[in-house]
C-alpha cells in the first residue's frame, strides 16, 4: 500500500468523541487526521437526544464523572460558543418516596436540584396539559444540537477529515504503525478509536474482544410546533426537548437508560405512539414526525465508558460510551492527557479498557 504521508495521529471516527478529541489535540498543538467512514455524526451523534445531565447516574463513580462532563462542557463552550443551551431540565420520571429518594440523593452530593410543586412546574412550563404533584428542577443541567457541535468542533480544531473512508488498524511488533485505508496506509503513531458502535469489529483483528450491548433506539422530531418549551422535560411517558427552530424531539421511548436491548419491531408504529404521548402532555393535537431515526447506543458490556490505552498495543487509544453527550468533552480532556503522557485523570479511573477486553 501506498503512504499518504506521516500524521502523527489519527482518529478512526468522526461522531462527538472523536470530535472533541481533535479539537482538544488541536488546543494542545497537535496535528490530528480523522477518518470517517461516512460523514460526520452519521450514526449516534447525528441521532441523539443530546441532553447534558447527572441526575442519571450507573454508580458513584459514574455520577461524578457526568458532573466533570457537565463542568468540562462548560469549559468546551468558553472555546466554542454558540451551542450550548443552559435550559435546565423538569423532572417526573419517578413519584412519591422514589422521586423524594432521588432528590435526597442528589442533594447529599451537592448537586442543584429544587423540589417544585405542581403549580411551580406550571408555572416554569406553562405549555404542560399534565402535570404531576410534584417534580424536580435541575437548573445545571441543559443540551447541544450534537451533530452541530461535531462538525463544528472538527471546523475548529483544523484537523484534516477524511469522509467516507473506512479505517482498519494497523499494528507491527505490538504497535501501531498506522490506519489502512481504501486510499493507502496512513502512517501514525498514535490511533485513537473513537468509532462507537464499530468499536469491536476494529479491535476483532488484533485478537481483542470487547463486549457491547444491543440498544437500538428511535429518535423523533416533529415539525415546528406553535408552542415555547423553556426546558428539558423527562416525563414517566415521554422525553421530550424542543430545537432552536421550534421541533420536538423525543426518543421514542421513555426512561433513556432503562429501555431494552430488544429489536424494534415497529418503529413507526413507536413513533406514532410517542407522538400521542407528546401530544397529550402538552395538548398538541395531529403532531407530525418530520424525522424518524433508528440508532444504535454504543453502549459497552458493563453499560459503563470505557476510555484510554489498549493494553498490549502501543500507540492505541479507545473512547466508546453512552451518554456520550454528557460524557465527550471529559473523555477528550482526559484522553488527550493521557495521550500527551500528563496521566490519567482520577475521575476516568474507574472506566479503563482493560476491565472488559478480552483475548478473542
Ligand atoms: C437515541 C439516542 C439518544 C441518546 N441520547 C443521549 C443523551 O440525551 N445524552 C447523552 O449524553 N447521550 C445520549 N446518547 C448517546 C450519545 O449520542 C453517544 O454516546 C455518542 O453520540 C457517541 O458518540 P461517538 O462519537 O462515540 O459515536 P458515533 O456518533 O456513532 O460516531 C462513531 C463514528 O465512527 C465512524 N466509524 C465507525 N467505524 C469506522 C471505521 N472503521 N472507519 C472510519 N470511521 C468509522 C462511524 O461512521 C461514526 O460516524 C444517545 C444515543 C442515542 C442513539
Redesign the pocket.
Known sequence: MQALGMEKIVI???????AALAHKLAQRGRAVMV????L??????????????ASFALNDAHFALRVAGMAAHERMALALPGHHRASGCLWWEEAGEALDATADRLEAEGYPVRRLSRTGLMAREPALRVAPEEALFFPSEGWVD?AALTRALLQASGAQVLAG????IKTANGRVVGVETPLGLIAADQVVI?????TP??LAPLGLNLPMRHRP???IRTAPVGLRLSHILAAPEQEIRQDDAGCLLA?AAAF?QADEGRDLTDPIGQAAAALGRIGSLLGLAGLRAEAVVQ????VPGDGLPVLGAVPGVAGLWL??????????AIAAEGLASEMAGQGILPVLAPFRPDRLLTAA
Open positions: 478512526i471516527g468522526a461522531g462527538l468523541i472523536g477518518v470517517e467512514a461516512a460526520p455524526a452519521a450514526l449516534a451523534s447525528g441521532r441523539s437526544f443530546g441532553w447534558i445531565n450534537p473512508v473506512t479505517g482498519r473513537a468509532a462507537g458502535v464499530a469489529g476494529l433506539g428511535l429518535m426518543p433513556h440508532a444504535e447506543r454504543p473512547s466508546v460510551m453512552h451518554s456520550g453527550v454528557t460524557l465527550a
